[in-house]
């Protein structure tokens, strides 16, 4: 026996709301318990340091600031693990 036309739509309707109300649940748990953003320490690494310097600054001064070029192009070769010259840069 074939449903009417009507029954389909309430199927459908009641389908999306509880689809509705299950994404809200999920919304309303992932928002429940925030996390505290994770700070990287910086310690002793001295590239972490001009790193934070460098991320304080505005970009037209990134443009013409050589240290934080090199600072990034740096963070960037270490992690993409590729091979660099082993001289201290400063």
């Known amino acids: 026996m074939r449903g009417s036309p009507d029954q389909i739509l309430r199927l459908i309707a009641f389908g999306l709301g509880a689809l509705a109300a299950l994404f809200a649940a999920i919304e309303l748990a992932n928002n429940a318990a925030p996390e505290?953003?994770?700070?990287?320490?910086?310690g002793?690494?001295?590239l972490q340091e001009e790193l934070a310097r460098c991320r304080t600054m505005t970009p037209e001064d990134l443009d013409t600031d050589?240290?934080?070029r090199a600072a990034w192009a740096e963070h960037r070769r270490r992690f993409l693990g590729l091979p660099g010259d082993?001289?201290?840069k400063e």
């Open 36 to 42: 505290a953003p994770v700070e990287p320490s910086v």
């Open 66 to 68: 050589t240290a934080c």
């Open 86 to 88: 082993n001289s201290e």
């Open 44 to 46: 002793d690494d001295p």
